[in-house]
T-cell receptor
Framework: GAVVSQHPSRVICKSGTSVKIECRSL??????MFWYRQFPKQSLMLMAT?????????EQGVEKDKFLINHASLTLSTLTVTSAHPEDSSFYIC????????????FGPGTRLLVL | GENVEQHPSTLSVQEGDSAVIKCTYS??????FPWYKQELGKRPQLIID?????GEKKDQRIAVTLNKTAKHFSLHITETQPEDSAVYFC???????????FGTGTRLLVSP
């Protein structure tokens, strides 16, 4: 149980284009999802907290107009990187959980984004 | 906000030895402390967690200890095996399903 999927697993795009990443909870309803970014050999840095049916809460320094988050259902949250630039190249990972799972967060497999 | 420090950044041990990774946190309100193992290019996998009402928790070769007074917690791996080689992250959060603040990670290398 508690499986989280992400799609796509990797994406290469041109600078200036937008990329959408999906995070799905497959066997539970996720009231809250988190989006992290991880640069090579670094830790996971929280970008935003996504709550179903409400606006996402962004961490300090994360541009909400550049990283659009939508959590339209209890099983799906999307992260759209708008006008992507090479410095946005990173490993994006989501995590999900629900009150029934207490504090445990289950991570998706991640999406590797390369912006050329 | 919460700040989590983790040491050492790299740790090399011989197979069969024990490995200890230590973390400190700053927010006394934090009460959930998970440990994740991440292999290259993969997702973090929860290996053990502890809550503030417990001082120690063990699962086979893995154990975690928590000292709330000193605000530090540690991961202990006994009888290490080459497949234990990975990056380990500690994290901290408050009650309920809240955001995790991660440590900087420890790269563990277990040599045969």
């Amino acid at each position: 149980g508690a499986v989280v999927s992400q799609h796509p697993s990797r994406v290469i795009c041109k600078s200036g284009t937008s990329v959408k990443i999906e995070c799905r909870s497959l066997d539970f309803q996720a009231t809250t999802m988190f989006w992290y970014r991880q640069f090579p050999k670094q830790s996971l840095m929280l970008m935003a907290t996504s709550n179903e049916g409400s606006k996402a809460t962004y961490e300090q320094g994360v541009e909400k107009d550049k990283f659009l988050i939508n959590h339209a259902s209890l099983t799906l949250s999307t992260l759209t990187v708008t006008s992507a630039h090479p410095e946005d190249s990173s490993f994006y990972i989501c995590s999900a959980g629900s009150p029934g799972l207490q504090e445990t967060q289950y991570f998706g497999p991640g999406t590797r984004l390369l912006v050329l | 906000g919460e700040n989590v420090e983790q040491h050492p950044s790299t740790l090399s041990v011989q197979e069969g030895d024990s490995a200890v990774i230590k973390c400190t946190y700053s927010d006394s309100a934090s009460n959930y402390f998970p440990w994740y193992k991440q292999e290259l290019g993969k997702r973090p996998q929860l290996i053990i967690d502890i809550r503030s009402n417990v001082g120690e928790k063990k699962d086979q070769r893995i154990a975690v200890t928590l000292n709330k007074t000193a605000k530090h917690f540690s991961l202990h791996i006994t009888e290490t095996q080459p497949e234990d080689s990975a990056v380990y992250f500690c994290a901290a959060s408050g009650t309920g399903f809240q955001k995790l603040v991660f440590g900087t990670g420890t790269r563990l290398l277990v040599s045969p």
